[in-house]
């Protein structure tokens, strides 16, 4: 089946600074979802990218679907200490949802 | 308030125990989801349903067991045989399958 990589597994970086990550898969993804989980809470929906080259953006936050459907990207422009906590990418192929194993952010004030 | 409502939100149990835990939705959603997370492994599918009455295992579906008897619950159960219950288990639910996913509070098992 679809899954997804997420490395690393834990990013640190001051208040301020832009933050990027990566999803990549071996094979061509149907589509893209990310996910926000604060600590101690639960996953919340951010969005879906389902065509080639799509960008979505949500304030200072930036999704990238790749031009071939393998890679998906997250930028946060000027973090800040709300942004802290745990980004997953998800594939919703196969009429079920695989996470990868996300990276954790923290935030430096 | 439309939502997805798992219960208990902690729950301590006995080795050698079977353990129930609930998953309620009112959004109308057909797939329902039970994941797994354990730290620094993230969400592990264990069961999903795409319909009522229909059921399907997911990557760490052994010791587990699931109903789907109605389209609003999806309990699961976490049986003697799983070797290392002690978890965070999350429900979730999302319409079409596969789409957007809606997620509960989480129930927190362990076992000692």
């Known amino acids: 089946g679809q899954q997804v990589m997420q490395i690393p597994q834990y990013q640190h970086v001051q208040e301020g600074e832009d933050f990027t990550t990566y999803c990549n898969s071996s094979?061509?993804?149907?589509?893209i979802q990310w996910y926000k989980q604060r600590p101690g809470g639960h996953p919340v929906f951010l969005i879906q990218l389902v065509k080639s080259g799509e960008v979505k953006k949500q304030k200072r936050l930036t999704f990238q679907f790749g031009e071939a459907k393998k890679n998906s990207s997250l930028h946060i422009t000027a973090t800040q200490t709300t942004d802290v906590g745990t980004y997953f990418c998800v594939t919703g192929a196969n009429s079920k949802l695989t996470f990868g194993k996300g990276i954790t952010l923290s935030v430096r004030p | 308030d439309g939502g997805i409502t798992q219960s208990p939100k902690y729950l301590f149990r006995k080795e050698g125990q079977n353990v129930t835990l609930s998953c309620e939705q009112n959004?109308?959603?057909?797939?329902m989801y039970w994941y797994r997370q354990d730290p620094g492994q993230g969400l592990r599918l264990i069961y999903y349903?795409?319909?009522?009455?229909?059921?399907q295992k997911g990557d760490i579906a052994e010791g587990y067991s699931v109903s789907r008897e109605k389209k609003e619950s999806f309990p699961l159960t976490v049986t003697s045989a799983q070797k290392n219950p002690t978890a965070f288990y999350l429900c979730a639910s999302s319409h079409p399958v596969g789409t957007e996913a809606f997620f509960g509070q989480g129930t927190r098992l362990t076992v000692v």
């Open positions: 959004l109308n959603h057909d797939a």
């Open positions: 349903s795409q319909i009522v009455n229909d059921f």
């Open positions: 094979t061509t993804l149907s589509n």
